[in-house]
């Protein structure tokens, strides 16, 4: 079945250091999305791509990395520099003029 | 710039009352709407959507939801709701050109006994 995975599950990270959340989508689309998920504050977008190689600032990227060299794959890095970066984090990806699927998640949490 | 509002956070409701969700867009063209249902520690599942043609769109699990230019509302709506449906409740507008969604900041569904 097609799908999106991401992985780990569950994360956690230390002070300083950097920690990658990966997301895979076997559907074929060119489009992927990663989102930030607080409680009460529904999804905020972190970076968004449409096409490999290309990808945009959302509307809170900063202490956020990305990269889609894939089509399949579109990784996100949060930084030492993301404060306050314990959240859980959804991936998506859609195809041209169709709605996004979702990922089960990563809940980041800090040690 | 697109926004969504869902002006209730959270909804209770009797099993086998009838639901009403609300959700208030604002978008300069005519937009891209979805409902989107997420269970706790789970990703967002796709309700419905709306694209164009017959306002009154059909979705899985009985729910449906009516697109009203004049009020810039989608309202999804479920005739009986079942305890299953205890969960929470996105609205989502997107953009034609990009596919680029925003999010309202959800509605909780309680359902009683």
């Known amino acids: 079945d097609g799908g999106i995975t991401q992985s780990p599950k569950y994360l956690f990270r230390k002070e300083g250091q950097n920690v990658t959340l990966s997301c895979e989508q076997n559907?074929?689309?060119?489009?992927m999305y990663w989102y930030r998920q607080d409680p009460g504050q529904g999804l905020r977008l972190i970076y968004y791509s449409q096409i490999v190689n290309d990808f945009q600032k959302g509307d809170i990227a900063e202490g956020y990395s990305v990269s889609r060299e894939k089509k399949e794959s579109f990784p996100l890095t949060v930084t030492s520099a993301q404060k306050n970066p314990t959240a859980f984090y959804l991936c998506?990806?859609?195809?041209?003029?169709?709605?996004?699927?979702f990922g089960d998640g990563t809940r980041l949490s800090i040690l | 710039a697109q926004s969504v509002t869902q002006p209730d956070i959270h909804i209770t409701v009797s099993e086998g009352a009838s639901l009403e969700l609300r959700c208030n867009y604002s978008?300069?063209?005519?937009?891209?709407l979805f409902w989107y249902v997420q269970s706790p520690g789970q990703g967002l599942q796709l309700l419905l959507k709306y694209f164009s043609g017959d306002t009154l769109v059909q979705g899985i699990k009985g729910f449906e939801a009516e697109f009203k230019r004049s009020q810039s509302s989608f309202n999804l709506r479920k005739p009986s709701v079942h305890w299953s449906d205890a969960a929470e409740y996105f609205c989502a507008v997107a953009t034609r050109a990009t596919g680029k969604s925003t999010f309202g900041d959800g509605t909780t569904l309680t359902v009683k006994p």
């Open positions: 978008y300069g063209a005519t937009p891209y």
């Open positions: 998506a990806s859609s195809g041209e003029n169709q709605p996004q699927h």
């Open positions: 559907l074929n689309h060119d489009a």
